[in-house]
């Protein structure tokens, strides 16, 4: 607990702008979810009929899970892309279905003989619904809003995958780093903010329950007008980038997070220009798609999964020719391959050291032949990529007593040290490798392509701003293996700061 408070104090400004930044999330998405889900309720009350598709809609959209829904609007123009755009799209339709469904339960609870008593009175349909049932149906209107507003606020930790921001970037930036601290200082707050949301919520929901009058609902118009001004006022932290500013992405593991700060503070200090941040993204696709859609300009790329994961060529074995087969498949869509930084991060597949050294391992034929009794674990990317678990296993015949454990990448150097997992596929620069007493086993039979390190940029980007090119070719080949696991190491197992550790290493260059 002590480590934490000494983060969030000597984190006070970030965590505000992640705190600021998760409740406009959540309160603009609740709001534009309103204002759609109350008019599509009172449409369906009037049409019976399409009431029930209109709910069932509303469920599919449930059902999909929160960072598969951020993936498919990616491509998807004017609300997809990175950023708070497609993160709003995706909170917006999670807030739909109570907010549908409460207000149409409100509604349609409402006793016949009221309303016939305001037929009566001569009140035209417009009226009834102003003056009768909007008034009597706001304790369960508030009650969806209620549960609309809980949910955004889980899952907007979940838009910190695609650069949306809020505290969720605390949450990836610990599981990346392996550190509970980090992971606790965007969770605990995270949770907090969502008691607040439930119990304020509940209080109005039972105040309107027991007072259903008139200024009552002129009380929650007041405080939506309310909202509406802090929303519009604190839109502007979401603006898509700063005039002139050069905006730099990374993926979602330590080392992609000092390459990140690496790139972003060379351009920095080699030309002056602001740089925007857009690190953590969720990984390989995400940072892509936000390159081809001018939503970042420049991140660092490996030249083998460039190769077969974006590109779907066939893995070739030489350094030079899978460089410039991807510098050219990259020139088509108007992308920069930029020099290599001097390093190959191959796959690294990894054992605990004890158990290398007690059965003589060195080679993956090796540990081939022990497999079959072993449990192994792999990340998300692995098992599906082309130069992944599929053809390794195929080219050793590897064989487990049960299938891969599918989990992040960066828990699973964990699960291997803790023995959950016997066998895993790393990173050969991963820090917590040397941290760890973990072994790398030697790829004898070549299977894995070459990974070089090379930042890849908008051409565009590149011809406007000439002095970005020259500080980014001023990396070329100047980061070796050794430093590239020592940065590793400091993060992963010494706890420091990406950004201190890259503001190091470009002091010592």
């Avoid at 907090?192 to 027991?210: K, M, T």
């Avoid at 004890?354 to 792999?378: C, K, M, S």
């Avoid at 001023?474 to 503001?503: C, F, S, V």
Wanted: charged share 20%.
């Amino acid at each position: 607990m002590t480590a934490l408070i000494r983060f969030w104090l000597t984190h006070q400004q970030e965590l505000a702008t992640l705190v600021a930044e998760h409740i406009l999330l959540v309160a603009i998405s609740t709001t534009i979810a309103v204002a759609l889900g109350v008019p599509l309720a009172i449409f369906a009350t009037r049409r019976p009929r399409l009431a029930a598709p209109l709910v069932g809609i509303a469920n599919i959209v449930q059902t999909v899970p929160s960072l598969a829904m951020f993936g498919f609007l990616l491509p998807v123009p004017l609300i997809g892309g990175v950023g708070a755009r497609a993160a709003l799209a995706v909170l917006v339709l999670y807030g739909l279905l109570p907010i549908v469904r409460s207000t149409i339960v409100g509604i349609t609870g409402i006793d016949p003989s009221v309303r016939l008593a305001g037929v009566a009175m001569g009140m035209t349909p417009r009226q009834l619904l102003r003056q009768i049932e909007l008034p009597l149906a706001l304790p369960s209107i508030v009650a969806g809003i209620r549960v609309a507003a809980v949910v955004g606020v889980g899952s907007a930790t979940i838009a910190a995958a695609i650069g949306a921001g809020g505290l969720g970037q605390y949450i990836y930036r610990g599981l990346s780093m392996v550190d509970s601290t980090v992971i606790l200082a965007g969770a605990i707050p995270a949770a907090l903010l969502a008691l607040i949301v439930d119990g304020s919520l509940l209080w109005l929901e039972r105040r309107l329950s027991a007072r259903r009058r008139v200024r009552s609902r002129r009380a929650v118009v007041a405080a939506a007008a309310s909202l509406m001004v802090v929303v519009l006022a604190g839109s502007a932290l979401w603006a898509t980038r700063s005039p002139g500013a050069i905006v730099v992405g990374s993926k979602n593991f330590t080392e992609q997070l000092i390459l990140g700060e690496i790139l972003a503070q060379a351009i920095e200090r080699e030309t002056g220009l602001p740089v925007q941040r857009r690190l953590n993204l969720g990984g390989t696709l995400i940072c892509d798609r936000a390159l081809i859609t001018g939503d970042i300009d420049v991140y660092v790329e490996y030249t083998g999964t460039a190769l077969t994961a974006i590109f779907h060529q066939p893995a070739a074995k030489d350094p030079k020719t899978v460089t410039d087969t991807v510098r050219d498949l990259y020139s088509r869509s108007g992308r920069t391959l930029l020099p290599p930084l001097g390093y190959d991060n191959t796959f690294a597949i990894l054992v605990r050291g004890e158990e290398a050294r007690a059965r003589g391992l060195r080679t993956i034929d090796d540990a081939a032949r022990v497999a079959p009794q072993w449990r192994a674990g792999f990340g998300y990317e692995f098992l599906e990529r082309p130069d992944g678990y599929a053809g390794l296993a195929k080219t050793y015949g590897l064989t487990f007593r049960s299938p891969p454990q599918v989990m992040d990448l960066s828990l699973s150097y964990r699960a291997l040290a803790s023995r959950q997992v016997d066998l895993i596929a790393g990173d050969a620069t991963a820090g917590l490798i040397k941290g760890l007493d973990l072994f790398q086993l030697e790829d004898n039979r070549r299977y894995f392509p070459p990974y070089d390190a090379v930042p890849v940029a908008r051409a565009e980007t590149l011809l406007r701003y000439p002095q970005v090119r020259k500080a980014l070719e001023g990396l070329a080949g100047r980061i070796t293996a050794d430093d590239m696991r020592e940065m590793n190491y400091a993060a992963d197992a010494l706890k420091q700061n990406p950004a201190d550790i890259a503001r190091s290493f470009l002091d010592r260059r």
